[in-house]
């Protein structure tokens, strides 16, 4: 099993708040990912990094914003969370070094409700 | 931008029947991986596909990459109740600075 970890794992928020979702992984990975996916429905890259002080956005436009200071952790933050950010938020990290060179690693996910 | 389209959407089978899931690509791939995401959880890798017209297979699993690195597909023979959930094909493109692209997934339900 991966070692890639996400809290809060649930999270229920009021509309204006700010939020940071935590993303961490111990092994070692360059490449990490953000992902936002409705129930059922496709997986959304929004965010990710190829190593320290690197980040650049996905195809899905979104307003938050991310952080690579170290290696092992990747947070995405929400200045001002609303209804429509209402979704599931997947981490994931890759490394060429893997046994498959790019294949990604999935965190458990936060499941984030704004009212 | 790259846009990666999976047919069908969902399928229904009776157990013991065969199944696949299609995945085509708006541009040119480097590479095309496929994962699982079991109800309730997150996606696993299934598998990567490199080179032009690869296939390769894991026990009732059988991936194909096209020739023009567009499109692959994903055959399951005989299908169990372990084989429930969504399958996505997930594109990377090409060059230095690569990026993915997951597939719109197809869910497969097997009727025992």
């Known amino acids: 099993e991966a070692d890639i970890y996400q809290t809060p794992r649930y999270l229920v928020i009021g509309t204006g708040k700010k939020i940071t979702l935590e993303c961490s992984q111990t092994m070692g990975h360059d490449k990490m990912y953000w992902y936002q996916q409705d129930p059922g429905m496709e997986l959304h890259l929004i965010h990710y990094s190829y190593g320290v002080n690197s980040t650049e956005k996905g195809d899905l436009s979104s307003e938050s914003t991310v952080s690579r200071i170290r290696t092992e952790h990747f947070p995405l933050t929400l200045e001002s969370a609303r209804p429509s950010h209402t979704s599931q938020y997947l981490c994931?990290?890759?490394?060429?070094?893997?046994?498959?060179?790019?294949?990604?690693?999935f965190g458990p996910g936060t499941r984030l409700t704004v009212t | 931008g790259q846009q990666v389209m999976q047919i069908p959407q969902y399928q229904h089978v009776q157990e013991g029947e065969d199944f696949t899931t299609y995945c085509n690509s708006s541009?040119?791939?480097?590479?095309i991986q496929w994962y699982k995401q079991r109800p309730g959880g997150h996606p696993v890798f299934l598998i990567q596909l490199v080179k032009s017209g690869e296939v390769k297979k894991q026990k009732r699993l059988t991936f194909q990459f096209g020739e023009a690195k567009k499109n692959s597909s994903l055959h399951i023979t005989a299908t169990q109740t372990t084989d429930v959930g969504t399958y996505f094909c997930a594109g990377w493109s090409p060059g230095g600075y690569q990026k993915v692209t997951f597939g719109t997934g197809t869910k497969l339900q097997v009727i025992p």
């Open positions: 994931a990290s890759s490394g060429a070094s893997g046994r498959s060179g790019y294949e990604q690693y």
């Open positions: 541009t040119t791939l480097s590479n």
